[in-house]
């Protein structure tokens, strides 16, 4: 996707080997222009599916997550990685493990909104190692829905959620693919 | 706005006295349809304010805030609540006391994402003692940005935020007012 490679080229910070701070555009301040482009592509992709939900987890993911579901005209689900008063007791919930903060967190799904008659495309913002997708992909697995696919906006495909995600034949749809940000250079994969 | 009247009958869930659940279609499960049209109401009443940023606070505020933004065709930013290997250190910040929690939390926008240059309508799921958005206007007047006012998707007319805010002054605009929600009835002001 040209708009968001662009994008990143002007606009993203390489810190050390391996993160890539998009949140000019993608992760704090959110581009609305963008988010319309990525909803369309994810639609264009997985249109013919018969989606009947978009899951994503919170904060990051729930931007690019609306805006796709605005295209299919579903409802958008996002995983909590915090509970509070309000929050049901009555949840699907997978471990993630967080590279970036170190720790295991739990994420959460109140039972009500998934079910065994849904189709879920999975979207998140960035795929590293593949912790959160392979959370929320546990998450439909106890739901017993089905998993049409996941759509990544940015993807390091250098770490291991790619690979892991290809091999257990899972339909992957991925805006822009970066294969290194060694010597602070961004570098995309073909 | 009656869409939204309809679905918090139809939908949310009183809990005690004054909490209202509504994660079915706004706070965890998104209704996309409702969110088109919260954009569009927000615009219609903030439409000839030269809005250059919508503002909130991760994570339920983000759906609607994005959906408004993309009204008005500006970036949409969010306030962190949490800081990551990936935050800069160089935040404007404001303490906000959540009631649900009973803690201070601390909310993060980093510096270049707000100027003085701004015209700010923030835009939040909930206003009910009106700590987040007061947190949002400190941050605003840290950056020494304008604030053209305050969207609120659902107020709880009968606590502290309503008031406090009219009473400084603020514009605000809210699409459902709940002047009570005791005896597990929903009652909406006039």
Redesign the interface.
């Known amino acids: 996707m040209q708009l968001l490679k662009d994008m990143i080229q002007a606009k993203g910070r390489v810190?050390g080997d391996d993160?890539l701070?998009v949140?000019?555009?993608l992760?704090?301040?959110?581009?609305?222009?963008l988010?319309?482009e990525i909803g369309k592509e994810f639609h264009h992709f997985f249109g013919q599916d018969e989606v009947t939900k978009i899951l994503t987890v919170?904060?990051s993911g729930?931007?690019p997550a609306?805006?796709t579901?605005?295209q299919?005209?579903?409802?958008?689900?996002?995983a909590?990685k915090h509970q509070?008063?309000?929050t049901?007791d009555d949840n699907y919930s997978a471990t993630v493990y967080s590279f970036?903060?170190k720790k295991d967190n739990q994420i959460f799904?109140?039972k009500?909104?998934l079910s065994t008659n849904d189709k879920v495309l999975i979207i998140d913002d960035f795929l590293a190692n593949g912790q959160a997708v392979n959370g929320l992909m546990e998450i439909c697995k106890q739901a017993k829905a089905d998993v049409v696919g996941v759509g990544v906006v940015i993807e390091k495909r250098f770490q291991k959620g790619h690979r892991y995600l290809v091999n257990n034949n899972v339909r992957l749809k991925v805006l822009a693919s970066i294969s290194s940000l060694s010597n602070e250079k961004i570098t995309f994969a073909e």
Chains 1, 2 share one sequence.
Do not use: G, Y
């Open positions: 810190l993160i701070k949140d000019s555009f992760n704090q301040q959110v581009d609305t222009q988010m319309l919170e904060s729930i931007a609306l805006a579901a605005m299919f005209s579903v409802p958008m689900v996002f909590r509070s008063v309000t049901s970036t903060k799904i109140d009500h909104f």
